[in-house]
């Protein structure tokens, strides 16, 4: 294959596993390359290591739904760091057992600052420039998918960028119990203790999982003892406060209260409102501040949801091929269009299109060439291909057993159209939106 046909495939397989997971769609998938694509086999390189991460676990089975389909073959997957960028890995390589895996969204630059949670994101800027100096230990607490996590990895993120070589553990108070746990059964106190005892910056999510476990209290205790004595950072987060995690020791209550205790509240209208904003903008989507407002005001508490909520939108919006618009958000998050139970077959599209310009079937099917009978034919390639999970092979062999560098061919053409042209544009989602109203199973 030719270097553009292999970069128009890959351009497809790319669009394909965007909609197949709108979820874990970000805007950095615009500097992902294709390395290889033969032999059955798809390498996609990425800028760095934790891009590579992140793909591979979560986007792993989207890409290969999706580079099955558009090439009708099997194919394996695989993320590599880009040669170019090699120079880079050992800096952000997570060692295995210690250190932790970096999940390129949890920046600071990510986080959207409000009211609600300004005293704990200062704290951790602050902690992250200097470990150990300021605010020891820290202590973050809220309820569930207030940011806590996020501003966890944040601060180990740059931490690291920061200090090139500082010892950085990074874990959730289960995996810490567990760990003691197995190192007990395995007569290995010692290798357990000396691998968090020697860290620089110790970082423990969720610690109200310490709740009515002694012995892994006593454990902590003297962990965090050994650390706080010899200067070394110490950041914790629970869903409450530490008076208020049960059962847990008076030592350790006090203990978690030397730093600093910052609360975390549920973010204000204007805060959800901005990051709605950011959260679309890192999965590469612009909407209008009308539509980031109406998200806002009707998702209240959790910002895990109005993640849920922007990514509803996102997907009524790729399946009915139509912009987002604020009538689209309300009709999408009002729970009248119900994404799952869409099946739209090429056969749909096809009767769509015939009758709308008054075509037949078997012209589009045949050799003809003339403009009243190809333009129909492309647009119905097009809509297959957006709104159908069929490769470009199946596509083709629906209108008159065409290859797929034809059917590559007709999508483009009409995507460029329907950018530059606004009549094709409103034609292409009137057309889109009779084929889903039209659709039996809907
Ligand atoms: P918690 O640990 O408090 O339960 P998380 O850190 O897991 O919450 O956050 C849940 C989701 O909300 C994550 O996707 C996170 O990125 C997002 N989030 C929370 N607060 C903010 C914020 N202030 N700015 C941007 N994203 C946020
Ligand atoms: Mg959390």
């Given amino acids: 294959m030719a270097v553009w046909e292999i970069e128009e495939i890959f351009s497809d397989i790319l669009d394909r596993a965007k909609s197949l997971d709108p979820v874990n769609t970000r805007q950095w998938f615009d500097k992902l390359n294709v390395a290889q694509l033969d032999?059955?086999?798809?390498?996609?390189?990425?800028?760095?290591?934790?891009?590579?991460?992140?793909?591979?676990?979560?986007?792993?089975?989207?890409?290969?739904?999706?580079?099955?389909?558009?090439?009708?073959?099997?194919?394996?997957?695989?993320?590599?760091?880009?040669?170019?960028?090699?120079?880079?890995?050992?800096?952000?390589?997570?060692?295995?057992?210690?250190?932790f895996k970096q999940n390129p969204d949890y920046t600071f630059d990510n986080f959207v600052v409000g009211p609600s949670n300004r005293l704990a994101h200062a704290s951790c800027i602050a902690i992250s420039q200097s470990p150990g100096n300021t605010y020891n230990?820290?202590?973050?607490?809220?309820?569930?998918?207030l940011g806590k996590t996020h501003l966890l990895h944040a601060v180990c993120c740059e931490t690291r960028n920061r200090f090139n070589g500082a010892v950085i553990q990074f874990l959730s108070c289960e995996d810490f119990?567990?760990?003691?746990?197995?190192?007990?059964?395995?007569?290995?106190?010692?290798?357990?203790q000396s691998q968090f005892r020697t860290v620089d910056t110790l970082v423990i999510d969720d610690v109200q999982f310490l709740s009515e476990r002694e012995q892994s209290q006593t454990e902590f205790f003297h962990t965090f003892n050994a650390l706080y004595n010899s200067g070394k950072q110490i950041l914790l987060s629970a869903d409450c406060a530490p008076n208020e995690i049960p059962s847990l020791?008076?030592?350790?209550?006090?203990?978690?209260?030397?730093?600093?205790?910052?609360?975390?509240?549920?973010?204000t209208y204007e805060t959800r409102a901005a990051i709605v904003q950011k959260k679309a903008?890192?999965?590469?989507?612009?909407?209008?501040?009308?539509?980031?407002?109406?998200?806002?005001?009707?998702?209240?508490?959790?910002?895990?949801?109005?993640?849920?909520?922007?990514?509803?939108?996102?997907?009524?919006?790729?399946?009915?091929?139509?912009?987002?618009?604020?009538?689209?958000?309300?009709?999408?998050?009002?729970?009248?269009?119900?994404?799952?139970?869409?099946?739209?077959?090429?056969?749909?599209i096809i009767n769509v299109v015939t009758k709308y310009f008054d075509v037949r079937l078997t012209d589009l099917?045949?050799?003809?060439?003339?403009?009243?009978?190809?333009?129909?034919?492309?647009?119905?390639?097009?809509?297959?291909?957006?709104?159908?999970?069929?490769?470009?092979?199946?596509?083709?062999?629906?209108?008159?057993?065409?290859?797929?560098?034809?059917?590559?061919?007709?999508?483009?053409?009409?995507?460029?159209?329907?950018?530059?042209?606004?009549?094709?544009?409103?034609?292409l989602s009137d057309l889109a939106k009779k084929i889903t109203e039209s659709n039996p199973t809907n």
């Fill in 39 to 99: 032999g059955g086999s798809l390498v996609i390189s990425c800028p760095d290591d934790s891009t590579v991460q992140f793909l591979r676990a979560n986007c792993q089975t989207s890409f290969l739904r999706s580079a099955q389909q558009i090439t009708g073959h099997l194919v394996t997957v695989d993320f590599v760091v880009d040669d170019k960028n090699q120079t880079n890995l050992s800096f952000d390589q997570p060692d295995e057992n210690i250190g």
């Fill in 281 to 348: 903008h890192l999965r590469g989507l612009e909407i209008s501040e009308e539509i980031s407002e109406y998200i806002a005001k009707k998702v209240c508490t959790n910002i895990r949801e109005l993640e849920g909520a922007l990514t509803t939108i996102y997907a009524v919006a790729m399946t009915s091929n139509a912009p987002i618009t604020l009538e689209l958000a309300k009709l999408a998050l009002d729970g009248q269009v119900s994404i799952a139970t869409r099946h739209i077959s090429i056969t749909d």
């Fill in 365 to 427: 099917q045949s050799k003809k060439r003339s403009q009243s009978i190809t333009m129909p034919r492309q647009i119905c390639m097009y809509l297959a291909r957006n709104l159908t999970k069929h490769s470009l092979e199946e596509i083709g062999g629906h209108l008159g057993g065409r290859d797929h560098t034809t059917v590559m061919h007709a999508c483009n053409k009409i995507a460029e159209i329907e950018k530059t042209d606004e009549k094709v544009k409103n034609m």
């Fill in 177 to 192: 119990v567990n760990r003691f746990i197995h190192a007990i059964e395995q007569g290995n106190l010692a290798g357990f």
């Fill in 249 to 267: 020791e008076q030592r350790l209550i006090s203990r978690f209260s030397w730093g600093l205790v910052a609360r975390v509240d549920p973010p």
């Fill in 137 to 145: 230990p820290l202590f973050l607490y809220g309820s569930s998918g």
